[in-house]
Structure formats: structure tokens, C-alpha cells
């Protein structure tokens, strides 16, 4: 097995390319949020998008404390050819990232409320 264009017929690539925009999308987000306190004010947002607020920044810190690790231990055993370490890898990842999709439909939930 290897990356990019190997045996894992470019899995790692479209991985890292939805891992890409999935950060951006989740900056993008965070962004948003932090210019529209400061262009309204804090007292003229809802509570509920500090909410949403709080579950971005805990979406991101799933993403570093678990997703990432995960996943540079999945490319790593991808690459080794180390298939017993690449799905024990990919099985935290999954769960992470599952993890993390309900976060962000929450957050953008509580900030249409």
C-alpha cells in the first residue's frame, strides 16, 4: 500500500483534500461567528450562537486531540503497508469524525435557533 496514486488507488489524497475542507469549513464558521459578535456586539447575539460558539471550539478540539493523531497514524500504516495498524487507525478516525459531524450539526443547529 501507498499513498498518492498507490495501491490504495489515491485514498490518502481525497482523504486529505476533505480533511482540507473540512478545517476550512470549520474556520470559515468560527470566523463568521467571531465577526458577527464583534460587528453586532455580545449583547445583541442570541445565547444559543455562543452556544454554537462553544461546540465549534469543541469540534475543533476533538479534530486535534483525536482526529488528527488518528489519522497521521492511519497515513502512516497506509504507507508501511501495515494493514492491522491502518484499521485500527481508521477505526478511531471514523469515530471521531462521527463524533465531530453530530458536533458541528449541533452548533449550526443552535445558531439558527
Known amino acids: 500500500m501507498r499513498g498518492n496514486g498507490g495501491s490504495d488507488g489515491g485514498l490518502l489524497a481525497r482523504l486529505e483534500r476533505a480533511q482540507r475542507l473540512g478545517l476550512l469549513t470549520g474556520a470559515g464558521t468560527l470566523a463568521t461567528g467571531i465577526i458577527l459578535v464583534l ?3 455580545p449583547s445583541a447575539i442570541p ?3 455562543f452556544a454554537g460558539l462553544a461546540l465549534v471550539i469543541a469540534m475543533f478540539a476533538i479534530g486535534a486531540v483525536i482526529a488528527r493523531p488518528a489519522w497521521i497514524r492511519f497515513k502512516t500504516s497506509v504507507e508501511s503497508g501495515d494493514r492491522p495498524s491502518a484499521q ?3 477505526d478511531t478516525l471514523s469515530r471521531a469524525l462521527n463524533i465531530e459531524s ?3 450539526v449541533a452548533a449550526l443547529t443552535t445558531m439558527v435557533i
Open 88 to 90: 485500527n487507525a481508521a
Open 39 to 41: 460587528l453586532r456586539g
Open 102 to 104: 453530530v458536533v458541528w
Open 47 to 49: 445565547r444559543w450562537t
